[in-house]
């Protein structure tokens, strides 16, 4: 009798397949020889499993000149044109759709202004409207689609992809996956916004070989994805990270988080708070670029006009932003201590005005955090900047396919 019955070895060979393209992921270009080196297979298995791959057109094969011999060597990497991948990013206040290549190079893109408070179905129709052009502009350049992976604020169940509670949105029980797959007949993953975008982060940015990070998520709230131990940490029942709502002070003078309660991380540092520390300056009268920009543009006091003013060397813009940067910094400096990470990536829309907010971060977690655990940390701006969860619902797809190569025909 066989020591395996042919479901191991199908199941052996799957997870052989996937050892060999995640480790290209991360790591190529690469020949086959250094490849069969760094996973500890023999050479006859690797070469049966690239030429697998290669037929899934998951990877293809480079020439690239060696340097010492001149001689042309063959290369393996990532095959970009491996197919097209649809990622859907439900804001507070607008809504995102990308296809990008398996390389997680953008193709296409459309971000619109959405009121999701409105109403639900308004707005996922707006989306999927986004999604069919998606799906005709990827017919002109992709071969075929692997799937739409959808990035939501809020609680997500996993395995149902629906939308548990979304306090910014005011949705609820919301199924996610249903509407997208049905929609469009492909698979269909859901994330959390801050927990895709560390997984993007982690496939694609500046964490490509963190094994410890967190994903600070800034925007309308503040979201994380804690990434411990080199997966994703999710809590007993997959909501963990919601680092926003970890309180500060809770003072009843003060206006309540969306959540409902007071004193929240969040409401120190998310973009509403830049706005009202901005008005309440210009209520005094400061001299200001920005009312003379509201004026010119026609439009109210926003954070686009806030971040603008700061890059036009607007003093007030800039004093906020360096106040709402510590505030983000108190609780950065909380997460290291508590976390010991190598890294905490801050992205998403708040990262726009990330060159005047992350110098204030950086110096408040050297005088808060404890000198030994902040030192080890850097902290830096997402690789993706405000698009953080955009190609985090990519790359949600990507590491599906990754780990299940043979479902790719
Ligand atoms: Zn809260």
Same mark, same amino acid.
């Given at each position: 009798?066989?020591?395996?019955?042919?479901?191991?070895?199908?199941?052996?060979?799957?997870?052989?397949?996937?050892?060999?393209?995640?480790?290209?992921?991360?790591?190529?270009?690469?020949?086959?020889?250094?490849?069969?080196?760094?996973?500890?297979?023999?050479?006859?298995?690797?070469?049966?499993?690239?030429?697998?791959?290669?037929?899934?057109?998951?990877?293809?094969?480079?020439?690239?000149?060696?340097?010492?011999?001149?001689?042309?060597?063959?290369?393996?990497?990532?095959?970009?044109?491996?197919?097209?991948?649809?990622?859907?990013?439900?804001?507070?206040?607008?809504?995102?759709?990308?296809?990008?290549?398996?390389?997680?190079?953008?193709?296409?893109?459309?971000?619109?202004?959405?009121?999701?408070?409105?109403?639900?179905?308004?707005?996922?129709?707006?989306?999927?409207?986004?999604?069919?052009?998606?799906?005709?502009?990827?017919?002109?350049?992709?071969?075929? @689609?692997? =799937? +739409?992976?959808?990035?939501?604020?809020?609680? $997500?169940?996993?395995?149902? #992809? !629906?939308? &548990?509670?979304?306090?910014?949105?005011?949705?609820?029980?919301?199924?996610?996956?249903?509407?997208?797959?049905?929609?469009?007949?492909?698979?269909?993953?859901?994330?959390?916004?801050?927990?895709?975008?560390?997984?993007?982060?982690? @496939?694609? =940015? +500046?964490?490509?070989?963190?094994?410890?990070? $967190?994903?600070?998520?800034? #925007? !309308?709230? &503040?979201?994380?994805?804690?990434?411990?131990?080199?997966?994703?940490?999710?809590?007993?029942?997959?909501?963990?990270?919601?680092?926003?709502?970890?309180?500060?002070?809770?003072?009843?003078?003060?206006?309540?988080?969306?959540?409902?309660?007071? =004193?929240?991380?969040?409401?120190?540092?998310?973009?509403?708070?830049?706005?009202?520390? !901005?008005?309440?300056?210009?209520?005094?009268?400061?001299?200001?670029?920005?009312?003379?920009?509201?004026?010119?543009?026609?439009?109210?006091?926003?954070?686009?006009?806030?971040?603008?003013?700061?890059?036009?060397?607007?003093?007030?813009?800039?004093?906020?932003?360096?106040?709402?940067?510590?505030?983000?910094?108190?609780?950065?400096?909380?997460?290291?201590?508590?976390?010991?990470?190598?890294?905490?990536?801050?992205?998403?829309?708040?990262?726009?005005?990330?060159?005047?907010?992350?110098?204030?971060?950086?110096?408040?977690?050297?005088?808060?955090?404890?000198?030994?655990?902040?030192?080890?940390?850097?902290?830096?701006?997402?690789?993706?900047?405000?698009?953080?969860?955009?190609?985090?619902?990519?790359?949600?797809?990507?590491?599906?396919?990754?780990?299940?190569?043979?479902?790719?025909?």
């Amino acid at each position: 009798m066989l020591p395996y019955s042919t479901g191991d070895q199908t199941l052996v060979r799957e997870i052989n397949l996937s050892t060999v393209l995640r480790y290209l992921h991360a790591n190529a270009p690469m020949s086959r020889a250094q490849l069969a080196n760094a996973i500890g297979l023999n050479k006859s298995t690797v070469s049966s499993l690239v030429e697998e791959l290669i037929e899934r057109s998951l990877i293809h094969e480079i020439g690239i000149t060696n340097a010492g011999t001149g001689r042309p060597a063959t290369f393996l990497d990532i095959d970009p044109g491996a197919g097209g991948i649809i990622g859907v990013e439900l804001g507070v206040d607008f809504v995102s759709v990308i296809l990008t290549d398996f390389c997680g190079k953008t193709l296409w893109q459309r971000l619109q202004d959405a009121d999701p408070t409105e109403g639900q179905e308004a707005t996922i129709t707006q989306t999927l409207h986004l999604v069919d052009e998606a799906i005709t502009v990827s017919r002109e350049k992709t071969t075929r @689609l692997l =799937g +739409v992976g959808v990035a939501t604020p809020g609680t $997500v169940n996993l395995d149902e #992809g !629906v939308l &548990i509670f979304a306090p910014n949105l005011h949705w609820r029980n919301v199924p996610l996956r249903k509407i997208y797959s049905q929609h469009t007949g492909l698979p269909v993953l859901v994330d959390n916004d801050a927990n895709a975008a560390a997984v993007g982060e982690h @496939l694609f =940015g +500046v964490a490509r070989q963190a094994q410890n990070f $967190v994903f600070v998520f800034a #925007g !309308v709230g &503040i979201g994380g994805g804690l990434f411990l131990n080199g997966e994703l940490y999710r809590g007993k029942s997959g909501f963990a990270g919601e680092i926003g709502h970890s309180v500060f002070m809770a003072e009843t003078f003060q206006p309540p988080c969306h959540c409902g309660n007071r =004193g929240c991380w969040e409401t120190y540092a998310n973009q509403y708070s830049i706005v009202e520390r !901005v008005r309440a300056r210009l209520e005094v009268r400061r001299s200001s670029l920005i009312p003379q920009m509201m004026a010119e543009s026609n439009s109210p006091l926003s954070f686009a006009i806030i971040t603008k003013a700061a890059d036009a060397g607007d003093k007030e813009a800039r004093d906020v932003l360096a106040e709402a940067g510590a505030a983000m910094g108190m609780g950065v400096a909380n997460l290291i201590n508590i976390l010991n990470p190598e890294m905490v990536v801050i992205g998403g829309p708040l990262s726009t005005a990330g060159k005047h907010i992350l110098p204030a971060i950086v110096d408040c977690v050297a005088k808060r955090s404890l000198p030994e655990i902040g030192q080890q940390s850097q902290v830096m701006l997402s690789a993706s900047g405000a698009n953080a969860s955009l190609i985090g619902a990519v790359s949600l797809v990507v590491k599906a396919t990754l780990s299940r190569p043979s479902s790719v025909n």
